[in-house]
């Protein structure tokens, strides 16, 4: 049996019911490659085994690492003994690929990032977070969860919550509900405005979320002159279309100043 660890937010899922619901989500097209993040005691992986796929499950823990090759030895050529938020994606594909897995708690936000990253390469990911998290996520506009990541992720994915899973479903408990979601990849190749630019916007009014958009931008436009109307926003009010526009309109002031 794998001992959970601390340092690395272990939580095994130990219901199979849920495990197979959350496999299921995952609708890849036959021979494409699926990342497994953190397979842990592998609940999801016998289920992806089933699949016709080519699994690639990215394990940073030597002792699941070696549980996983003893349970189902054809993983030997694919259990990938690595840090997901670390690897060298090109190395084991230059196609697409899909993501799925029990994202740890503490680096799911990064693992978002990483997701952002391959954005053009990645038609779908399936995982269970924290809910509140995955609840942010899937937010709208208007909604007090909305965020930063809401933003980034939806500029480019649908995202669906699928359902909530209480904490004695795992082992250990953990403290709070986890929540899955299921992004699938938008018609969205490229943001009409400079997409760097377009995450600064994001983060530096989410930062200051409680002032107008006015004053949370100072940090980025030392004068503002101008009017425009989405500056007596907040930034929970603004869609992605809203965010594009008000990134277009700070690129003008830039180039002026």
């Known amino acids: ?30 021979g494409e490659t699926v990342f497994e993040v953190g397979p842990g005691t592998g609940i999801l992986t016998g289920y992806l085994l089933e699949k016709e796929i080519r699994l690639l499950p990215v394990e940073i823990d030597p002792e699941s690492s ?55 390469r990645i038609p779908s990911v399936v995982c269970m977070i924290q809910k509140e998290v995955a609840q942010r996520i899937a937010s709208p506009p208007g909604s007090k969860a909305y965020g930063i990541l809401s933003v980034l ?3 480019y994915y649908e995202i669906q919550y699928l359902f909530s899973v209480k904490p004695g479903s795992f082992f250990p408990p953990p403290k709070v509900t ?24 994001v983060k530096c009014t989410f930062n200051q979320r409680r002032k107008m958009i006015r004053n949370s931008l100072k940090s980025i436009l030392l004068h503002l002159d101008e009017d425009f109307e989405l500056l007596s926003k907040r930034p ?12 277009n309109w700070v690129e003008s002031q830039l180039t002026k100043s």
């Open 236 to 247: 929970e009010q603004l869609g992605v279309p809203e965010f594009i526009k008000l990134t």
């Open 66 to 120: 070696i549980h996983l090759k003893q349970k189902w030895p054809e993983l030997n050529d694919q259990l990938i003994e690595a840090d997901f938020l670390k690897l060298d994606i090109d190395q084991y594909t230059t196609d697409k690929f899909h993501v799925i897995g029990n994202f740890p708690y503490n680096i799911s936000s990064q693992i978002f990032f990483r997701v952002l990253e391959f954005r053009s």
């Open 178 to 201: 986890s929540g899955v979601i299921r992004l699938t990849k938008n018609s969205t190749t490229i943001l009409p405005c400079d997409e760097q630019l377009f995450v600064k916007v």
């Open 1 to 30: 049996m794998v001992k959970p660890k601390k340092r690395l937010g272990q939580h095994f899922l130990t219901d199979q019911a849920i495990a197979k619901r959350i496999v299921d989500a995952l609708e890849p097209n036959p």
């Open 153 to 155: 992720l939806q500029a």
